[in-house]
T-cell receptor
Framework: NAGVTQTPKFRVLKTGQSMTLLCAQD?????MYWYRQDPGMGLRLIHY???????AKGEVPDGYNVSRLKKQNFLLGLESAAPSQTSVYFC??????????FGPGTRLTVT | GENVEQHPSTLSVQEGDSAVIKCTYS??????FPWYKQELGKRPQLIID?????GEKKDQRIAVTLNKTAKHFSLHITETQPEDSAVYFC??????????FGAGTRLTVKP
């Protein structure tokens, strides 16, 4: 039982490049979330999903897209990376009791 | 918009003293309020939570109180130890399953 895993752990992009972050969970949770964490700003919600095939915007969705084609996976895409997207990205999944479990994070640097 | 405010942003206490962190939220429909502990370079870990039908919950040295009328909740840590040093985040689940976090409190426990 791996819980929530994220791929990759680290990534450096040049401005304008694209990439996809993968989140996987093996707990059969319906709900999944993507957050970004910047110093002094806590965790800000980017997008979330309440089930396979559904997605919804969070607090800071601009510049990101997501897909939930399979229940266990939640993908976060950056189509044209900008330096303002330099951050640590955390994925989380949630059980029916509302308890969220976080992945280990992806540290992204955009130069 | 929907938000969660957390105070203080930093807190320094002597080992053995108590620490209190406070949060307020905006959505009166919120019904779930977790607290997370994040050590440097690690993922946030759920340490305690409280639901809207309960006023107080305790787990060994940590406790959480909720005042739904005033829309605020607090984390209390008693008999603090150096290993309690970390960043603590409060969060609230909003009506649309959106989970929003406070900006965090950096707690330092001095031996």
């Amino acid at each position: 039982n791996a819980g929530v895993t994220q791929t990759p752990k680290f990534r450096v992009l040049k401005t304008g490049q694209s990439m996809t972050l993968l989140c996987a969970q093996d707990m059969n949770h319906e709900y999944m979330y993507w957050y970004r964490q910047d110093p002094g700003m806590g965790l800000r919600l980017i997008h979330y999903s309440v089930g396979e095939g559904t997605t919804a915007k969070g607090e800071v969705p601009d510049g990101y897209n997501v897909s939930r084609l399979k229940k266990q996976n939640f993908l976060l895409g950056l189509e044209s990376a900008a330096p303002s997207q330099t951050s640590v990205y955390f994925c989380a999944s949630r059980n029916r009791a509302y308890e969220q479990y976080f992945g280990p994070g992806t540290r992204l640097t955009v130069t | 918009g929907e938000n969660v405010e957390q105070h203080p942003s930093t807190l320094s206490v002597q080992e053995g003293d108590s620490a209190v962190i406070k949060c307020t939220y905006s959505d009166s429909a919120s019904n779930y309020f977790p607290w997370y502990k994040q050590e440097l370079g690690k993922r946030p870990q759920l340490i305690i939570d409280i639901r809207s039908n309960v006023g107080e919950k305790k787990d060994q040295r940590i406790a959480v109180t909720l005042n739904k009328t005033a829309k605020h909740f607090s984390l209390h840590i008693t008999e603090t130890q150096p290993e309690d040093s970390a960043v603590y985040f409060c969060a609230a689940k909003f009506w649309n399953n959106d989970m929003r976090f406070g900006a965090g409190t950096r707690l330092t426990v001095k031996p």
